[in-house]
């Protein structure tokens, strides 16, 4: 599904991702941890084609992104949803607006956009705030469209980039609890994450990258190598 092979990616003279490889399964949920500036949220980039890298390849479904066409990224991001800390949503429209949106970009027909958007929305527990605008909504709401609107396509594969990073405890649960339900139905989930209790009690995979490298993947891991499952990936 996702193989990184020796990806290098630098900024002028700061390399983010050092000969990075790592393979993600279809149908995991990996977390991947590390302190701040260890080069999560460029790994995430990359995955969603917002970056190139340097130097590598990198294949999500077959196709290998650092030689991927930009008329074909287009068609890649409805494979591949993203959500954001800072949800990114669009202020001058309402939530159902929003996720409508994702979809309308592709050109969907209007009758299905109809039908899909009501059903994502009530997926995530919005049902009965699709005509609020998100400076009306609180934070945990504001997320939950955002990640509406990264599901709406039905993509194979769900990136979040600190998605509970301003977030309460319940909230910052009820977006992983979602996350987890989209797992449990297929779709690849990778989350990059500071957030060790909840890598702690989900028990996932953990992919751990430090000063750009990767220094850990256990199969059923914790947010740090003294809680850490034995039990390693093979790689």
Known sequence: MIVLSHVTKKYGDITALKRFTVHIRKGDFAFVVGPSGAGKSTLIRLLHCQERPTEGTIMVDGVNLARMPRKQIPSLRRKVGVVFQDFKLLQ????????????????????????????????VGLSDRADIRPHKL??????????ARAIVNSPSIVLADEPTGNLDRDNAWHVMQILESLNKRGVTVVVATHDWPIVDAMKKRVI????GRLIRDDLEGGYSQDVASSRAVSR
């Open 138 to 147: 609180s934070g945990g709401e504001q997320q939950r469209v955002a990640l």
């Open 92 to 123: 001058g429209r309402t939530a159902y607006q929003n996720v409508s949106f994702a979809l309308e970009v592709t050109g969907a027909p209007g009758a299905y956009i109809k039908r899909r958007v009501p059903q994502v929305l009530n997926m």
């Open 208 to 211: 751990e990258i430090e000063n």
